[in-house]
C-alpha cells in the first residue's frame, strides 16, 4: 500500500461533489427547507424589477401617486420577506455545514486510527493537523457558506434569463452573449486555479508540519543553540507559503474582473439596443429599465459566482487532500484463521524464514527463523541499526514481514484481531507516549476491564501486581495530572507510567525496547522485581545495551545485518558484539 500522502489526486468536479455530499446524511429536510427558501429568493429576486418597470410605464410617467405608493408597499414588503428569507437559509445551511464538518472531521479521525505505523513513519504530523483541521473547515465553509449562494445564483440567472428571453428575445439574446464567453473562461482556467490552490494547500500543511516539529524538538534546538537554524528553516518554508499563497490568491480574484468586464459590455448592449428599440417604437422606458435591472441581476451573481467559483475550487483542492486519507486502507489485514499456518505447539512466538524491508529501504531481515518458549526471558543484542527494534516490532505486529510468517502461541498473528492481538503481548517503548489527562486514564488507555473497576478495586489490582511502590511515585497518585504537550513528568516517569500501563495488562508476551534506559538503578531493580511477578508463563523479550538488564536473560539473540543468531551465553554475546565493532 502506497502511503505517500504527497501524491496527486485527482477527481472530477461532479465525483468529489456526490462524494462530499456522502456527509450530509440526515440533512434531506434541512436541504429541502432551504431549497424551498432558495426558490422563493428567486421569484421575489425576479418578480422585483418587472414591478419596477410596470410602475414607471403606467404611475409614474402618467403621474398616478396613489397607485404608486401602493406598489412601492409592496415591493418594500417584499424586501422585508426577501431579508428575512436570507437570514434564515444563512442560518439553516450554516447549521448543516456545522454537523458535515463534524462527520468529516470524525471520519478523517478515525481512518487515520486504522491506519499503520508505516503510514505514519512516511507523513509528518503537522501536515496531517492541517488536513483533519484546516482542509475540512475549507470544505465546510464552502458547503455551509458557498454552496447555497452558489445554487441561488444559478436559479437567479436561469429565472432572470426566462425574463428577458420572454419580453424581448432579441434584445435578451443579446444580452446573454457576454456570458457565453464568460463560460468559456471559466472551463479553461478552472482547472488551473484549481492546481494553485492544491499547491497552497500542501504549502501550508508544510508550514504547519515544520512549526510542530520546531516546537516539539525546541528543548533540543535551545540545547544546541541552533535557533538560527529553525529560524532559516521557518523562513524558508514560510516564504514558500507566501508565494504559493500570493499565486493562489491571483488565481481565485482573476474571475472578478473579467466577469465584471463582460457584465459591463451585456449592460452597454443592452442600453444601445433599448433606445435603438424606443427610437423605433417597438420598447417603452420602463421596460427598458426592468431590462437593465434584470441584466444586472444576471451579471451580478455572475460576479458573485466569481469568488464562488474560486472557492469552489479551493475547497476541490482541499478534498482532494481528504479523499487521499480516506481512501487509503490499512495493509495490516486479519486473515482467515483456516488459511494461516500451523507451527509446533510450545512456542509462544515464532519467526519462520521471515524477511522485511521498509518501504524503498533496504532489507532490515533476511530469512531468519526463531522460537522463543513460554516463561522464557529473551534479550536481543547488538549494534545500533541492526534490526533488534525491527524483529520487535514485527512480533507486535506494528509491520507484516515482507516474506515468512510470525506466529503467536501456534497461529499466524495476522490471524489475531488488534483486540485479542494486544492483549496478548505488551509493548514498552524507549519513548512512551502519554495522553494529556491524568495518571489514571493513562494506566487505564486500552485497558477495558480495568476500566470497569472503581477507584478501590483499581489500587487493589495495583498492589496486587507489586506496582504500588511506583504509584507511590506520584505526589497526586492516580490523580496526577499529566500533559502530553509539557514537561510535568520527567522521561523516567513516563516510562513507569508506561510499565505501570503494560503490567496491569497481564500480556503472555512482554516486550521492553530499551524500557530501563532513562531510570535510576534502584528503580530499575524495583521493576526487575515487579516482572519477576508476572505469571510463570509470561514470556520476556529484552532490547537493553546494560548488562545487568539482559545477563539473567534465559536466551540471547545476537541481532544484525539482517541475521537473528543464538547467542548463548552473556560473555558470548558480548564477544559477537566486540568482534563486529571491531570489523567494522
Given at each position: 500500500?502506497?502511503?505517500?500522502?504527497?501524491?496527486?489526486?485527482?477527481?472530477?468536479?461532479?465525483?468529489?461533489?456526490?462524494?462530499?455530499?456522502?456527509?450530509?446524511?440526515?440533512?434531506?429536510?434541512?436541504?429541502?427547507?432551504?431549497?424551498?427558501?432558495?426558490?422563493?429568493?428567486?421569484?421575489?429576486?425576479?418578480?422585483?424589477?418587472?414591478?419596477?418597470?410596470?410602475?414607471?410605464?403606467?404611475?409614474?410617467?402618467?403621474?398616478?401617486?396613489?397607485?404608486?405608493?401602493?406598489?412601492?408597499?409592496?415591493?418594500?414588503?417584499?424586501?422585508?420577506?426577501?431579508?428575512?428569507?436570507?437570514?434564515?437559509?444563512?442560518?439553516?445551511?450554516?447549521?448543516?455545514?456545522?454537523?458535515?464538518?463534524?462527520?468529516?472531521?470524525?471520519?478523517?479521525?478515525?481512518?487515520?486510527?486504522?491506519?499503520?505505523?508505516?503510514?505514519?513513519?512516511?507523513?509528518?504530523?503537522?501536515?496531517?493537523?492541517?488536513?483533519?483541521?484546516?482542509?475540512?473547515?475549507?470544505?465546510?465553509?464552502?458547503?455551509?457558506?458557498?454552496?447555497?449562494?452558489?445554487?441561488?445564483?444559478?436559479?437567479?440567472?436561469?429565472?432572470?434569463?426566462?425574463?428577458?428571453?420572454?419580453?424581448?428575445?432579441?434584445?435578451?439574446?443579446?444580452?446573454?452573449?457576454?456570458?457565453?464567453?464568460?463560460?468559456?473562461?471559466?472551463?479553461?482556467?478552472?482547472?488551473?486555479?484549481?492546481?494553485?490552490?492544491?499547491?497552497?494547500?500542501?504549502?501550508?500543511?508544510?508550514?504547519?508540519?515544520?512549526?510542530?516539529?520546531?516546537?516539539?524538538?525546541?528543548?533540543?534546538?535551545?540545547?544546541?543553540?541552533?535557533?538560527?537554524?529553525?529560524?532559516?528553516?521557518?523562513?524558508?518554508?514560510?516564504?514558500?507559503?507566501?508565494?504559493?499563497?500570493?499565486?493562489?490568491?491571483?488565481?481565485?480574484?482573476?474571475?472578478?474582473?473579467?466577469?465584471?468586464?463582460?457584465?459591463?459590455?451585456?449592460?452597454?448592449?443592452?442600453?444601445?439596443?433599448?433606445?435603438?428599440?424606443?427610437?423605433?417604437?417597438?420598447?417603452?422606458?420602463?421596460?427598458?429599465?426592468?431590462?437593465?435591472s434584470y441584466v444586472q441581476l444576471f451579471y451580478r451573481p455572475l460576479r458573485e459566482l466569481a469568488a464562488l467559483w474560486a472557492s469552489f475550487q479551493t475547497a476541490l483542492a482541499a478534498w482532494?487532500?481528504?479523499?487521499?486519507?480516506?481512501?487509503?486502507?490499512?495493509?495490516?489485514?486479519?486473515?482467515?484463521?483456516?488459511?494461516?499456518?500451523?507451527?509446533?505447539?510450545?512456542?509462544?512466538?515464532?519467526?519462520?524464514?521471515?524477511?522485511?524491508?521498509?518501504?524503498?529501504?533496504?532489507?532490515?531481515?533476511?530469512?531468519?527463523?526463531?522460537?522463543?518458549?513460554?516463561?522464557?526471558?529473551?534479550?536481543?543484542?547488538?549494534?545500533?541499526?541492526?534490526?533488534?527494534?525491527?524483529?520487535?516490532?514485527?512480533?507486535?505486529?506494528?509491520?507484516?514481514?515482507?516474506?515468512?510468517v510470525v506466529l503467536l502461541n501456534g497461529r499466524d498473528i495476522r490471524s489475531y484481531t488488534n483486540e485479542e492481538r494486544t492483549k496478548e503481548i505488551g509493548f514498552i517503548l524507549q519513548e512512551?507516549?502519554?495522553?494529556?489527562?491524568?495518571?489514571?486514564?493513562?494506566?487505564?488507555?486500552?485497558?477495558?476491564?480495568?476500566?470497569?473497576?472503581?477507584?478501590?478495586?483499581?489500587?487493589?489490582?495495583?498492589?496486587?501486581?507489586?506496582?504500588?511502590?511506583?504509584?507511590?511515585?506520584?505526589?497526586?497518585?492516580?490523580?496526577?495530572?499529566?500533559?502530553?504537550?509539557?514537561?510535568?513528568?520527567?522521561?523516567?516517569?513516563?516510562?513507569?507510567?508506561?510499565?505501570?500501563?503494560?503490567?496491569?495488562?497481564?500480556?503472555?508476551?512482554?516486550?521492553?525496547?530499551?524500557?530501563?534506559?532513562?531510570?535510576?538503578?534502584?528503580?530499575?531493580?524495583?521493576?526487575?522485581?515487579?516482572?519477576?511477578?508476572?505469571?510463570?508463563?509470561?514470556?520476556?523479550?529484552?532490547?537493553?545495551?546494560?548488562?545487568?538488564?539482559?545477563?539473567?536473560?534465559?536466551?540471547?539473540?545476537?541481532?544484525?545485518?539482517?541475521?537473528?543468531?543464538?547467542?548463548?551465553?552473556?560473555?558470548?554475546?558480548?564477544?559477537?558484539?566486540?568482534?563486529?565493532?571491531?570489523?567494522?
Amino acid at each position: 500500500m502506497d502511503y505517500n500522502l504527497n501524491r496527486e489526486q485527482k477527481s472530477s468536479a461532479g465525483a468529489a461533489l456526490r462524494k462530499m455530499f456522502r456527509f450530509m446524511k440526515g440533512e434531506q429536510a434541512s436541504l429541502l427547507v432551504a431549497f424551498f427558501v432558495m426558490m422563493l429568493n428567486a421569484a421575489i429576486t425576479m418578480l422585483a424589477p418587472y414591478l419596477i418597470g410596470y410602475i414607471v410605464d403606467h404611475f409614474i410617467l402618467k403621474k398616478q401617486y396613489g397607485p404608486l405608493m401602493q406598489y412601492s408597499a409592496l415591493l418594500l414588503g417584499l424586501y422585508v420577506v426577501w431579508a428575512g428569507t436570507e437570514y434564515f437559509q444563512a442560518k439553516l445551511m450554516g447549521g448543516v455545514g456545522q454537523r458535515m464538518l463534524y462527520i468529516l472531521r470524525n471520519e478523517v479521525f478515525n481512518k487515520l486510527q486504522q491506519l499503520p505505523v508505516a503510514f505514519f513513519n512516511r507523513n509528518r504530523s503537522g501536515d496531517l493537523i492541517s488536513r483533519i483541521n484546516n482542509d475540512t473547515d475549507t470544505v465546510n465553509q464552502f458547503f455551509s457558506q458557498s454552496l447555497m449562494r452558489f445554487m441561488d445564483s444559478i436559479f437567479s440567472m436561469v429565472g432572470v434569463a426566462v425574463f428577458v428571453l420572454s419580453i424581448h428575445w432579441e434584445l435578451g439574446a443579446a444580452s446573454l452573449v457576454p456570458a457565453v464567453f464568460i463560460l468559456l473562461f471559466v472551463l479553461l482556467v478552472s482547472p488551473w486555479v484549481k492546481k494553485k490552490n492544491a499547491v497552497s494547500l500542501k504549502a501550508n500543511g508544510s508550514l504547519s508540519a515544520d512549526i510542530q516539529e520546531g516546537l516539539h524538538n525546541f528543548k533540543t534546538i535551545i540545547a544546541f543553540n541552533r535557533r538560527d537554524y529553525f529560524r532559516k528553516r521557518f523562513a524558508k518554508v514560510n516564504e514558500e507559503n507566501y508565494k504559493t499563497s500570493v499565486t493562489a490568491g491571483i488565481a481565485n480574484n482573476l474571475f472578478t474582473p473579467v466577469f465584471g468586464f463582460f457584465s459591463n459590455i451585456a449592460q452597454l448592449i443592452v442600453l444601445a439596443f433599448g433606445i435603438y428599440l424606443i427610437i423605433e417604437g417597438q420598447f417603452t422606458l420602463g421596460l427598458l429599465i426592468s431590462f437593465m435591472s434584470y441584466v444586472q441581476l444576471f451579471y451580478r451573481p455572475l460576479r458573485e459566482l466569481a469568488a464562488l467559483w474560486a472557492s469552489f475550487q479551493t475547497a476541490l483542492a482541499a478534498w482532494d487532500r481528504i479523499s487521499v486519507i480516506l481512501s487509503l486502507e490499512s495493509d495490516l489485514k486479519v486473515v482467515d484463521q483456516n488459511q494461516t499456518t500451523i507451527t509446533a505447539s510450545g512456542s509462544v512466538v515464532a519467526f519462520k524464514d521471515v524477511s522485511f524491508r521498509y518501504p524503498d529501504g533496504k532489507e532490515v531481515l533476511h530469512h531468519i527463523s526463531f522460537d522463543m518458549k513460554p516463561g522464557k526471558t529473551y534479550a536481543l543484542v547488538g549494534p545500533t541499526g541492526g534490526g533488534k527494534s525491527t524483529t520487535a516490532a514485527l512480533i507486535a505486529r506494528l509491520y507484516d514481514p515482507t516474506e515468512g510468517v510470525v506466529l503467536l502461541n501456534g497461529r499466524d498473528i495476522r490471524s489475531y484481531t488488534n483486540e485479542e492481538r494486544t492483549k496478548e503481548i505488551g509493548f514498552i517503548l524507549q519513548e512512551p507516549f502519554l495522553f494529556t489527562g491524568t495518571l489514571r486514564e493513562n494506566i487505564l488507555y486500552g485497558n477495558p476491564e480495568l476500566g470497569r473497576m472503581d477507584n478501590d478495586q483499581l489500587l487493589k489490582a495495583i498492589a496486587d501486581a507489586g506496582l504500588d511502590d511506583l504509584l507511590a511515585r506520584f505526589e497526586k497518585g492516580l490523580d496526577t495530572p499529566l500533559n502530553a504537550s509539557a514537561d510535568t513528568v520527567s522521561l523516567g516517569q513516563k516510562q513507569l507510567i508506561a510499565f505501570i500501563r503494560a503490567v496491569l495488562r497481564n500480556p503472555k508476551v512482554m516486550i521492553l525496547d530499551e524500557a530501563t534506559a532513562n531510570i535510576d538503578t534502584v528503580t530499575e531493580k524495583l521493576l526487575e522485581a515487579i516482572l519477576k511477578r508476572l505469571p510463570k508463563e509470561t514470556t520476556l523479550i529484552i532490547i537493553a545495551h546494560r548488562l545487568n538488564t539482559i545477563e539473567n536473560a534465559d536466551e540471547i539473540f545476537f541481532v544484525n545485518a539482517g541475521e537473528v543468531i543464538p547467542a548463548g551465553t552473556l560473555d558470548h554475546a558480548m564477544d559477537m558484539l566486540l568482534n563486529q565493532k571491531m570489523a567494522s
